[in-house]
C-alpha cells in the first residue's frame, strides 16, 4: 500500500496513486515499505533483457498489478518500435571507471522517454482496474522536454486524451518543431502567450475547479497529470539502474556485489531519487553524485543543510535542469528522515511561505552518506563537451557533460555511471559553439546546424530529430492565457 509523505491521508494501492498523481491536501505518495532484492535475487536476473529486469522491478513497486498487467504494459512501452536500441539504456565506456548510460534511445531523444512511453499504459490500466468508466484527459504544462515525451507516449492511447501547453516564444525551435509536428487522433498542442509559470498555475488551477471538473464529467472526461511527481512516472525510472549495474556485471567489468557510484545531472530531483530508490532497495550503490548547473540549490543543500531558493532564476545552456524548487527532494528527506510527516509539512510549508528551510546536522550528515553534490557552470559544461570529445570522439549533450563534470570532480577510483539524460543534438546550438568556441555558428537554422554537426563529427542525428521538418507543423493553436480553460472545453468537445 501507499502513504503520504505528510502523514494526509488513507492507504491507497499504487493504481490509486497512479491515477489521483499526489495527495490532494499537498504530499506525494511513497510504498508504505520499499520491497527488498538480495543478492541471490540480483545473480539470479543477471542475464535478463532490459524488458525482463522491468517485469521485475515494476511488479514489486505497483503492488496491486497484477503481473499480467506489468508485462503488458512493458511490451507496449520497451520495443523496437519505440526504442532504437536493443538494450534500451546502453552503457558505452568513456573513460577509465566512467561510463555513460544512454537513456536517450526513445522517440524524443531524453530521458524522460523511459517513464512517458510506459507510464500511459499504467494509467489506463489503474483506471480501468479501479472500474472507472470516464476517458482521461492528461494536461500539461511543459517548458519543453516533457510536453514531446508526454505527447508520444499518450498518443494513440485509446482512453486518452492529451493537451500540451507551452510558452508561445518561450521553448527552443527544435523543442517547438517537436511538439508541433506530433500526429496522433488524440494530441492538442497549444502556445500560451505567457511564460511557463503561468502555463503551469493555468493546469493547477483547472485540477482543482470543481465546475470544470463537472463540465469535463459531462462529456465524459476526467482529469489526471503526466508530471514528475506522480509514481507512475518515477518507479519505470528504478529499473535502468538496476539494468546499468547488471551490464556491468554481465560484461565483467564488476563482480556482483561490487559497489559503483552514479552521476545524475539534476534538475526536479526524480531521476536521482529512482536511483537512491533503487539503492534503498538493494542495489550495491556507494554514492550518488548530484550534479547541477548554476541553479545550484541543491549543491548548496548538500553541502550546507539549508535549501534556500531565494536566489536568481539562472538561464543555462542546459534549460531542463534550470529549477529552483526540486519536488521530489520532499520524498528522500521523508525516507531519509525516519518518515516524519509533520516535519515535512513543516519544511515545505516554510519552503513555500519564505522560500527556505534547513534540516539538523544530524539528518546532513546522513545524507552525506549517499549523496556528493556539485555543480558546473556553462563555460565549465562547454569546456567538458570540447575536451570529452577531443579525447574520445564521444558527444555529449549539455546537460549529461555537468554529470560527466561531477563524476570527474569528485577523484575517486571507483566505477560511475554518469546518466546521459538527452542526445546531443537535441541542444546542438550549445553543442556546436562548444567545440568550435572561437567561431561563430555556420547556420541560423538549427535543423541545417544538425547536418553540419552530424558530418564534422561523423555522428548520426537521433532519428527523432532527424525526422524533423517546416512542412510537418500541424495546425494548433495559439492562445491568450485567460483562454486556456476555454481552450481545454474546446478541444474535448470537438473530439467527442
Ligand atoms: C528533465 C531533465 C533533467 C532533470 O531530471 P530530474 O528528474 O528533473 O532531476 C535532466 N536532463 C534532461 C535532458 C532532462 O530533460
Redesign the pocket.
Known amino acids: 500500500m501507499f502513504i503520504s509523505t505528510r502523514d494526509n491521508t488513507n492507504k491507497v494501492h499504487a493504481s490509486e496513486a497512479i491515477m489521483r498523481g499526489m495527495v490532494p491536501e499537498g504530499g506525494l505518495f511513497l510504498p508504505e515499505a520499499l520491497p527488498q532484492v538480495t543478492f541471490d535475487d540480483l545473480a539470479a536476473h543477471t542475464e535478463d533483457s532490459y524488458q525482463e529486469i522491468a517485469c521485475w522491478i515494476l511488479g514489486m513497486l505497483l503492488d496491486d498489478f497484477t503481473p499480467n498487467e506489468v508485462a503488458d504494459c512493458v511490451a507496449k512501452a520497451y520495443n523496437e518500435q519505440t526504442f532504437d536500441h536493443e538494450a534500451v539504456t546502453p552503457l558505452v565506456k568513456l573513460t577509465e571507471n566512467r561510463y555513460i548510460l544512454e537513456l536517450w534511445h526513445g522517440p524524443t531523444a ?3 522517454d523511459l517513464a512517458l512511453q510506459i507510464m500511459p499504459h499504467l494509467l489506463v490500466t489503474s483506471v480501468r482496474k479501479n472500474a472507472c468508466e470516464k476517458d482521461i484527459v492528461i494536461l500539461v504544462a511543459t517548458s ?3 510536453g514531446k515525451a508526454a505527447l508520444e507516449g499518450f498518443k494513440n492511447v485509446k482512453g486518452t486524451q492529451i493537451i500540451v501547453f507551452y510558452p508561445h516564444e518561450g521553448v527552443s525551435r527544435m523543442q517547438e518543431l517537436q511538439m508541433v509536428t506530433t500526429d496522433g487522433n488524440n494530441t492538442s498542442v497549444v502556445a500560451v502567450k505567457g511564460n511557463f509559470d503561468d502555463c503551469q498555475r493555468a493546469v493547477k488551477e483547472i485540477f482543482a475547479d470543481q465546475d470544470m471538473i463537472a463540465e469535463v464529467d459531462k462529456l465524459g472526461y476526467q482529469f489526471s497529470s503526466a508530471n ?1 511527481i506522480n509514481w507512475g512516472r518515477l518507479s519505470p525510472q528504478v529499473v535502468y539502474y538496476f539494468s546499468a549495474y547488471l551490464q556491468l556485471v554481465r560484461h565483467g567489468r564488476i563482480k556482483l556485489g561490487d559497489k559503483i557510484d552514479f552521476s ?9 531519487l529512482a536511483g537512491w530508490i533503487a539503492k534503498e532497495m538493494g542495489l550495491p550503490v556507494e554514492k550518488f553524485i548530484c550534479a547541477s548547473n548554476e541553479n545550484n540549490v541543491l549543491t548548496d543543500f548538500f553541502n550546507s543543510g539549508t535549501y534556500d531558493s531565494n536566489r536568481p532564476f539562472m538561464r543555462t545552456i ?1 534549460p ?2 534550470d ?1 529552483l524548487v ?1 519536488s ?1 527532494l520532499e520524498r528522500y528527506l521523508y525516507l531519509k528522515n525516519g518518515r516524519n510527516g509533520e516535519e515535512i509539512k513543516e519544511w515545505m510549508d516554510a519552503l513555500k511561505e519564505k522560500g527556505s528551510f534547513a534540516v539538523s546536522d544530524a539528518l546532513l550528515q546522513q545524507m552525506a552518506e549517499d549523496i556528493v553534490a556539485i555543480d558546473c557552470d556553462d563555460k565549465t559544461t562547454k569546456k567538458v563537451i570540447h575536451d570529452i570529445y577531443e579525447e574520445t570522439h564521444y558527444l555529449l ?1 549539455t ?1 549529461t557533460a555537468v554529470g560527466v563534470y561531477a563524476a570527474q570532480s569528485i577523484g575517486s577510483e571507483r566505477i560511475a555511471v554518469v546518466d546521459a ?2 542526445n546531443p543534438f ?1 541542444f546542438v546550438e550549445a553543442v556546436q559553439s562548444a567545440l568550435h568556441p572561437e567561431e561563430t555558428a555556420s547556420s541560423e537554422d538549427a535543423l541545417e546546424l544538425m547536418k553540419d554537426l552530424a558530418k564534422e563529427t561523423n555522428t548520426p542525428v537521433h532519428r527523432a530529430l532527424a525526422a524533423l521538418t517546416q512542412s510537418g507543423v500541424r495546425p494548433h493553436r495559439i492562445i491568450e492565457q485567460n483562454d486556456i480553460r476555454s481552450a481545454v472545453v474546446n478541444i474535448l468537445q470537438e473530439k467527442r
Open positions: 531524453a530521458f524522460k519543453g522536454d516533457t514528475s545524475v545531472p539534476t534538475g526536479n530531483f526524480g531521476n536521482i542546459s531542463s535542469m529549477i526540486s521530489n549533450d546537460h539524460t538527452a537535441k
